[in-house]
């Protein structure tokens, strides 16, 4: 068991920066400071992206459409035209979110 503290940071580095890069970067930090974020991502630790709530929000009623379809199908032991198009829908609405997600697009 290592019981040694963790080093302080006592170096500091300066860049300079247009205020439209600043501001660009306050947006795609992943970390609660840009300072946290900056160093993580250059020491090589994999920044994950903030879920869009939007995104978020989407997903939880496509998910609560899903339930509905699920209770229905095992209630009848059926599957009937109307389910089956309304899980096609459904399908086409999640590949375009993710689509639309990951391309980075609102």
């Not at 920066?17 to 946290?36: M, N, S, V």
């Not at 997903?59 to 009848?76: D, E, F, P, V, W």
Request: one cysteine or more; aromatic letters at 0%; glycine letters at 4%.
């Amino acid at each position: 068991m290592n019981n040694q503290k963790p080093s302080k940071r006592l170096r500091e580095i300066s860049i300079r920066l247009t205020d439209d890069e600043l501001q660009r970067l306050h947006q795609r930090k992943t970390d609660a400071t840009l300072a946290g974020w900056m160093r993580n991502l250059c020491l090589g630790a994999t920044p994950i992206k903030q879920a869009d709530p939007t995104l978020v929000r989407a997903l939880g009623r496509i998910g609560s459409n899903l339930n509905q379809i699920a209770k229905h199908a095992n209630t009848h032991n059926q599957l009937d035209q109307n389910v089956l198009t309304e899980i096609s829908a459904i399908r086409e609405i999640l590949t375009d979110l993710i689509e639309k997600n990951l391309q980075g697009e609102d």
